[in-house]
């Protein structure tokens, strides 16, 4: 007959014969700034079933909510979608195949552009509440005084840096995603010293993005498991007549982790590939899986 004491079995570390096998966890939640989600579904449909991932959070989606294509995420296999969008721009959304238990909208800088939608994971997912952003780009001239889509940027990374230290969405299990329009590291751009004057690296802009990260607790997922000195790019431009040859990226694209969920950071990919795929966007996926 077993002996009732299982419990002072597994705080020794020994596994109790009886019980069955732990059941590893995982977790994969990618970001991908897709510009335009009907223009590309195709390829958003072929990459979900290439690769998979449990939760996809897409950027620049372009459309109203009620010309969201969920019939074609339905049929890729995710039921499950939280959506903020709006008219021809900007616009994010979160799409899985784990249920959604509940999701919501901010708006930053008095603007009801479409930049943030949250969405909290049911059970399956762990409750882990999935933060989309999409960070104005910035336009082309780093002046806040001269180019008022610069200071839109500025003003709307510094209420990102007040929400994260108010609302402390870092104190429970969270992921923060998107494309924040910013390479904050040396090694995020393909030329630091070239790029200090360009918009997305100019130290007012990494300074202040850093400033959010920390501010708010956040974990850099990807630089955690790729450290510098490695190059990591998410995006190259559609300026450039061969983008591979060039290979002139950026890191706009991020994923940010609470500490609860630092321990549980299992790999990172970034699918460079996606960049040559027919009609792309100018940014690819880039996946996290949890343990």
């Not at 510009?35 to 195709?42: A, E, F, M, P």
């Not at 958003?44 to 998979?52: C, D, I, Q, S």
């Not at 109203?64 to 008219?87: E, S, T, V």
């Not at 751009?189 to 202040?208: A, D, F, N, R, Y």
């Amino acid at each position: 007959m077993r002996s009732d004491c299982s419990g002072a079995g597994e705080a020794l570390g020994i596994r109790d014969p009886f019980l069955p096998e732990p059941v590893a966890v995982s977790v994969t939640v990618a970001t991908w700034n897709i510009n335009s989600v009907r223009l590309r579904i195709d390829l958003v449909t072929h990459f979900l079933k290439e690769h998979g991932p449990d939760v996809l959070c897409l950027q620049e989606t372009k459309c109203q909510d009620d010309q969201f294509p969920l019939a074609a995420f339905r049929k890729a296999g995710y039921a499950h979608a939280a959506i903020h969008g709006q008219k021809g721009y900007h616009g994010v959304a979160v799409v899985s195949r784990l249920p959604i238990a509940s999701w919501s909208a901010k708006s930053f800088c008095g603007k009801t552009d479409a930049r943030h939608v949250a969405a909290t994971l049911g059970p399956e997912g762990g409750g882990v509440t999935v933060h989309n952003f999409y960070v104005p780009a910035g336009g082309d001239v780093p002046d806040p005084l001269e180019n008022e889509k610069f200071a839109h940027k500025l003003s709307f990374l510094d209420e990102m840096k007040a929400w994260g230290e108010a609302d402390r969405p870092a104190a429970s299990k969270a992921i923060l995603v998107g494309d924040l329009n910013v390479a904050p590291l040396e090694n995020d751009v393909w030329s630091h010293k070239q790029m200090l004057k360009v918009v997305s690296h100019t130290p007012i802009e990494t300074g202040k993005l850093e400033a959010a990260r920390s501010g708010g607790g956040w974990v850099d997922a990807v630089r955690t498991l790729k450290p510098e000195p490695e190059k990591v790019y998410t995006w190259w431009s559609y300026r450039a007549a061969d983008w591979a040859a060039a290979d002139r990226g950026r890191r706009l694209d991020h994923v940010w982790v609470s500490p609860d969920l630092a321990g549980s950071l299992g790999e990172v990919s970034i699918l460079r590939e996606a960049r040559g795929w027919e009609r792309p966007s100018d940014h690819v996926p880039v996946m996290l899986t949890l343990r």
